[in-house]
């Protein structure tokens, strides 16, 4: 159990270290972004007084704003306080209203100030990042408490999931590199590393390697294949906005879909590929003589009943994600079809649909690469029939 841990964390500082080499050319694109905003300092700060909340009208469009003290805690300005407002309004009707500041609330904000010497301090987003990190830790020892060894081999597969994901997924892509090569290689990475840590190399994990690979391999071909047929941009509103913002970095948002569906994917395939691999290994460990038309037969068996689960997982999980959307669609008196055609949600459906197509996949590539690797193999033995007292005789 030592030696595998120590496996682990050796592979996890490995990814660091590859992903910190100066192999992704990011340091200029980092300098261009301060330079483009070298009038507006970024700085944490604290709500240390709450005033009364006004209606505030600009033109047509009404506020609802709340008058807030905030003590900045970082940066050029830390420990001076302004006063300011904060827009709790997240439409120009005022029917969605964001959660008012409390005292102690940590926020974000920036700082501006003009040519006359003005400081102007606006509120950009509520501190999340801590109770985010809280909610991990309480998941990772969720893991632990329950899961106990396997627990912690769990997790060292989810550090080298999350890493191999930042770093040379999201790296590879912001430094330039093709979004389909990176998306691949970073999910050879996480199925070869993770399955090694969780059972170590046998037939069984290269067969759940291979087969899982083979799911997500089909899965982004399907993606490619349909967001081409159906013209998606793979640009959704969110992106459209923040894209205004770059001047020197830009996306191929078409490549993208590929690589958020593969990864999106990724988990649902491993799950299937290790279930139907680590069956079947059962099987023929319980079964000596089982022959590989057999134990295909069983794989195929076994996974008709994972397809079921797994598929819903996935629908549900896009649907869910979706469904604010979905439902505000329905609000303007939108027909099926007309939401259907909508872009961001033609594209919620396409992965969907190409992620459980994936698994779907992932059950015959494992269950026949498994068979074949376990095919129980006959020699023949030729013998003189010819023998006195166990001697071979020329005699006819």
């Not at 910190?20 to 200029?28: A, I, P, W």
């Not at 081999?153 to 080298?160: D, E, M, P, S, V």
């Not at 988990?267 to 059962?282: F, Q, T």
């Not at 439902?327 to 190409?354: D, G």
Request: neutral net charge; contains cysteine; charged residues 15%.
């Amino acid at each position: 159990m030592k030696k595998l841990i120590v496996y682990g964390i050796t592979v996890i500082f490995t990814i660091v270290i590859l992903g910190n080499l100066k192999l992704y050319g990011t340091e200029e694109a980092n300098h261009q972004i301060q330079t483009n905003e070298q009038n507006h300092l970024q700085a944490n700060a604290r709500v240390i007084k709450t005033g009364e909340i006004k209606q505030l009208q600009t033109g047509s469009i009404v506020d609802t704003m709340q008058e807030v003290t905030l003590e900045i805690l970082d940066g050029e300005y830390e420990n001076k306080k302004f006063t300011t407002m904060y827009n709790l309004s997240y439409d120009i009707d005022g029917k969605i209203l964001g959660y008012e500041l409390e005292v102690g609330d940590k926020v974000t904000v920036q700082i501006s100030d003009n040519e006359l010497g003005e400081i102007t301090v606006t509120v950009q987003d509520i501190v999340r990042n801590t109770h985010i990190m809280l909610m991990f830790g309480l998941f990772l020892l969720s893991i632990v408490l329950i899961g106990g060894k396997q627990g912690i081999k769990a997790i060292i597969g989810l550090l080298i999931t999350i890493l191999a994901v930042y770093f040379v997924l999201i790296k590879g892509i912001f430094a330039g590199y093709d979004a389909i090569g990176m998306t691949i290689l970073t999910a050879a990475l996480v199925i070869i590393l993770t399955f090694i840590v969780i059972g170590g190399f046998n037939k069984k994990i290269l067969t759940a390697a291979l087969g899982t690979l083979g799911g997500v391999i089909s899965s982004g071909i399907f993606a490619s294949i349909f967001s081409h047929l159906t013209k998606l941009s793979g640009a959704c509103e969110d992106a459209i906005q923040l894209s205004m913002n770059m001047t020197t970095i830009h996306f191929n948002f078409r490549d993208l879909i590929f690589a958020g569906i593969v990864i999106a994917a990724l988990g649902a395939c491993m799950d299937v590929g290790m279930s139907i691999a680590s069956s079947l290994d059962e099987i023929k460990m319980k079964t000596k003589n089982i022959s590989w038309q057999e134990l295909f037969k069983s794989g195929m068996n076994i996974g008709k009943d994972v397809i079921g689960t797994m598929t819903n997982t996935l629908i549900l999980a896009y649907v869910g994600g979706a469904l604010t959307l979905i439902l505000l669609f329905l609000a303007c008196n939108m027909q099926f079809t007309e939401i259907l055609n909508k872009e961001t949600i033609a594209e919620e459906v396409i992965s969907a649909l190409a992620g459980s197509m994936g698994v779907v996949f992932t059950v015959p590539i494992t269950a026949i690469i498994y068979a074949l690797l376990n095919r129980k193999k006959t020699y023949y033995k030729i013998e003189s029939e010819n023998k006195i007292n166990g001697k071979r005789s020329l005699k006819l």
